[in-house]
């Protein structure tokens, strides 16, 4: 009898795992879940929530907005489940829609934690959400939440990405703990408007650099077409990596000095850490 209770109690959920974890396409997906709304299972969390990372898993639209439909039905969604797609929305090619299912959290009976805010704040960088981003701000300075490095990261590039300087300053200045990434926000965004001078101005007042800060900051001399301020910083680099090289390759390529843009290739070919990619080679 002990062995045919234990038999009844661990088999329920070995279908649904078995099922989720070959589902990719969203007609598979759909399958798993007719599964779970046939045997029950559908309203159990942990079900649900294996299904939906296995949904997200896949960026298409249709497939987000389907595990969104599932985490509708669930009894008890937890936070972890929520982020799941409001990341996953903001990832996507609609990142606007990640905005419903953060709302929906306000609503309870689960409130949005840090991971909800940088999720939901990255979808609004990704569209230049500007007054929803503003929004979003308020609520995380009204939510009791303890000011977070991540969070305030993201709330630099959305309002650079905007255009909003002044603002992603302030939020950067008044930041208790900085990171690079929280540099690189900026910089970032100074360099994606062509705002080339500004974003030297930055990288000349960054304490901290890692190779994503000085591969921003050659890419844009690179776009301005100022090949010789570029080829300074990258010979000043303490270390390259495959993008830093592509830059600098775009960097010729882009006002014409192919002979150079054949020197830096041949320079990267007897390079002991890096080697083209598809990239280079186009």
Known sequence: NGKKKMSACSSTPLPILSFTEGAKSLSEIQQAHAFMLKTGLSRDTFSASKLIAFAVANPEPETVSYAHSILNRIESPNAYTHNSVIRAYANSSTPGIALIPFREMLLGPVFPDKYSFTFVLKACAAFCGFEEGRQIHGLFLKSGLMSDVFVENTLVNVYGRCGYFEIARKVLDGMPEKDVVSWNSLLSAYVEKGLVEEARGLFDEM??????????????????????????????????????????????????????????????????????DGFTLV
């Open 207 to 276: 304490e901290e650099r890692n190779v994503e800060s000085w591969n921003f900051m050659i890419s844009g001399y690179a776009a301005a077409g100022l090949v010789e301020e570029a080829k300074e910083l990258f010979d000043s680099m303490p270390v390259k990596d495959v993008v830093s090289w592509n830059a600098m390759v775009t960097a010729y390529a882009h006002v014409g000095c192919y002979s150079e843009v054949l020197e830096v290739f041949n320079e990267m070919l007897n390079s002991s850490t890096e080697r083209p």
